[in-house]
Nanobody, 121 residues
Framework: QVQLVESGGGLVQPGGSLRLSCAAS????????MSWYRQAPGKQRELVAT???????SYSDSVKGRFTISRDNTKTTGYLEMNSLKPDDTGVYYC???????????????WGQGTQVTVSS
């Protein structure tokens, strides 16, 4: 079994910062890309940022320059550093990862349970 567990969400004022974490655990042979998505009330889930297995990163235009995605050296924990937060950044943030459970298995996509981020004064 594989689990992704997010943490670090909360209430922050506009202009503030938060750091989200995503810890992968369980039967893991290798982790490929790790991404963060978010879903605002009444809207579709959208891709916010992605980091590849070799550390290449990409961001949505709405967060470019304000958010930074990273991974630790073990590559089992990912982070999303969020600065200059705006009310439009409010939503549930989900961690997503492409994980290979064994040498002979296919990679599969896994989701965390989500963590709420609210930007409000």
């Amino acid at each position: 079994q594989v689990q992704l567990v997010e943490s670090g969400g909360g209430l922050v004022q506009p202009g503030g910062s938060l750091r989200l974490s995503c810890a992968a655990s369980g039967s893991i042979f290798g982790i490929n890309a790790m991404s963060w998505y978010r879903q605002a009330p009444g809207k579709q889930r959208e891709l916010v940022a992605t980091i590849s297995s070799i550390g290449s990163t990409s961001y949505s235009d709405s967060v470019k320059g304000r958010f930074t995605i990273s991974r630790d050296n073990t590559k089992t924990t990912g982070y999303l550093e969020m600065n200059s937060l705006k009310p439009d950044d409010t939503g549930v943030y989900y961690c997503n990862s492409i994980i290979k459970r064994s040498r002979f298995s296919q990679s599969a996509q896994y989701w965390g349970q989500g963590t709420q981020v609210t930007v409000s004064s």
